[in-house]
């Protein structure tokens, strides 16, 4: 062996390679670990909060069923620091009122500062839609009286299909209309077709009926200006504004 060989071995030997550093690593799986738990803390909290809040809604607003609710948005428990929810959804079926059943209802819920163990909540803005299906529809012509069988009409009308007495049957293009408490109104307005004679064009009347839904869940007002008719029904966008619910009801905030 040279010198210069020796001199290199000396030199390697005094100097052994650097072990690596295993600090980084052992902090990114902490911090994975760490998110993971918030996660799963979160999650469970925002579905203890969700399953508090249904039942609230569904012992204030007398609903036969606990609806389903969604509350938006990721992290849950920073909304609850603040105490104020960005969004929460809610859809609930067989709603009755009048004997007016809303098949399906579905409401968001915008601002929503829970108080009192969610026991009540202040909501700023509240947006929806019902929805009629014809066969609730037709029950509730029903009570009133009217066997009538409902369908969708062209040009947003309702087809009503029905036994004038005395005349016999008829079907009807009939139009909608809304007026305050939440009162659809159909009304005919076009001859489709007809057993009928001797009416000369006129659209006959007796068919005409009323649908009072009354007051819905939450204070929502149905608005004129968002009515449409499909194959499944009528569906009728809702809002209301400043609205407190609470174990009893509900009151403008």
């Known amino acids: 062996m040279t010198s210069e060989e020796g001199l290199d071995q000396l030199q390697w030997e ?34 203890i909060a969700e399953s508090q809040i ?19 948005n990721f992290p849950f ?8 929810l960005d969004k929460v959804s809610v859809d609930a079926r067989g709603v009755v009122h009048n004997n007016v059943r809303v098949t399906d209802l579905h ?4 601002g929503v500062a829970p108080s009192n163990g969610f026991k009540e ?29 409902l369908a ?15 005349l016999g049957k ?13 009162r659809l109104q159909l009304t005919a307005n076009k001859i489709e077709s007809s057993s009928l004679g001797g009416l000369a064009g006129e659209v006959p009347r007796q068919l005409d009926f009323p649908i009072n839904v009354g ?20 569906r009728v966008y809702a809002e209301a504004d400043h609205v407190r619910v609470t174990g009893s009801g509900v009151s403008s905030s």
Not at 19 to 36: D, K, N, S
Not at 55 to 69: A, D, G, H, T, Y
Not at 220 to 231: F, H, I, K, V
């Open 77 to 84: 428990l920073t909304q609850l620091i603040g105490m104020k």
């Open 14 to 47: 005094a100097h052994p390679p650097p072990r690596r550093r295993r600090w980084p690593t052992r902090l990114a799986i902490t911090l994975l670990v760490l998110a993971g738990l918030f996660v799963a803390a979160d999650r469970i909290t925002v579905s």
């Open 215 to 234: 007051t819905l869940p939450m204070q929502l007002t149905l608005q004129m200006a968002n009515m449409q008719t499909s194959a499944d029904g009528l």
């Open 170 to 182: 008829v079907t009807l293009q009939s139009r909608l209309s809304l007026s305050s408490g939440n």
């Open 54 to 72: 249904a039942k609230r809604i569904q012992q204030s607003q007398n609903l036969q069923s606990k609806p389903s609710v969604n509350i938006a």
């Open 121 to 149: 909540a202040d909501v700023d803005h509240l947006s929806g839609t019902a929805l009629f299906s014809w066969t609730d529809m037709e029950s509730a012509a029903a009570a009133q009286g009217l066997d009538v069988t």
């Open 152 to 166: 969708e009409g062209p040009d947003n009308t309702v087809r009503v299909t029905g036994n004038i007495p005395g």
């Open 107 to 110: 409401v968001d819920l915008n």
